[in-house]
């Protein structure tokens, strides 16, 4: 099975920041990687598919990179919306997710 | 506009029962590939089983597997999941996923808003 490791678990940024998040795989899934947004008591929301690419309807502010077994979600200018816990997911091999990462704003 | 409806949680005690539905509308339902994904309380994500479009493939999580069915009916474009054998750890959210597939793999695209599972007694 391929685990999914998220760093940072929390943190915490201020309205402006650059934010970034990193996912790691325990072994290569290529490109095969999405990003969720979940708000409190909703439905995970897809960000970006395939490692790098942006959703349609999803702010330009949000990016992805990586392949391989490293990848990263940044928010280049955090909003008090972006407020929420993202997930990474393999789908190299079935679908494994990553524990999340909760944003807060300061 | 796309729109998952899932139906049929609740209170269920270990080694019951409990058959989920999810209505979806907005989208071709019998050329999607459909997934169950579920969180416990406070918990992250975790994929429980896959169907494709036809009905004929399905994937389960080892977590479920020989307990959980997964299932479709295209001409009422709904998604089951029939649980047997209940157990506490099996208290979630569980969620149905749309899925898409972009140069041959697939993730889910859209989420319905969830059902609760509770085991307990």
């Known amino acids: 099975d391929i685990q999914m490791t998220q760093s940072p678990s929390t943190l915490s940024a201020s309205v402006g920041d650059r934010v970034t998040i990193t996912c790691r795989a325990s072994q290569s899934i290529s490109s095969w990687l999405a990003w969720y947004q979940q708000k409190p008591g909703k439905a995970p929301k897809l960000l970006i598919y395939k490692a790098s690419s942006l959703e349609s309807g999803v702010p330009s502010r949000f990016s992805g990179s990586g392949s391989g077994t490293e990848f990263t979600l940044t928010i280049s200018s955090l909003q008090p919306d972006d407020s929420a816990t993202y997930y990474c997911?393999?789908?190299?091999?079935?679908?494994?997710f990553g524990q999340g990462t909760k944003v807060e704003i300061k | 506009e796309v729109q998952l409806m899932e139906s049929g949680g609740g209170l269920v005690q270990p080694g019951g029962s409990l058959r989920l539905s999810c209505a979806a509308s907005?989208?071709?339902?019998?050329?999607?590939?459909m997934s169950w994904v579920r969180q416990a309380p406070g918990k992250g994500l975790e994929w429980v089983s896959t169907i494709s479009g036809d009905g004929d493939t399905t994937y389960y999580a080892d977590s479920v597997k020989g307990r959980f069915t997964i299932s479709r009916d295209n001409s009422k474009n709904t998604l089951f999941l029939q649980m047997n054998f209940l157990r506490a750890e099996d208290t979630a959210i569980f969620y149905c996923?749309?899925?898409?597939?972009?140069?041959?793999?697939?993730?889910?695209?859209?989420w319905g808003q969830g059902t609760l599972v509770t085991v307990s007694s």
């Open positions: 907005g989208f071709t339902f019998s050329s999607y590939a």
């Open positions: 996923a749309k899925e898409v597939v972009v140069a041959g793999a697939y993730y889910f695209d859209y």
């Open positions: 997911q393999q789908y190299n091999s079935y679908w494994t």
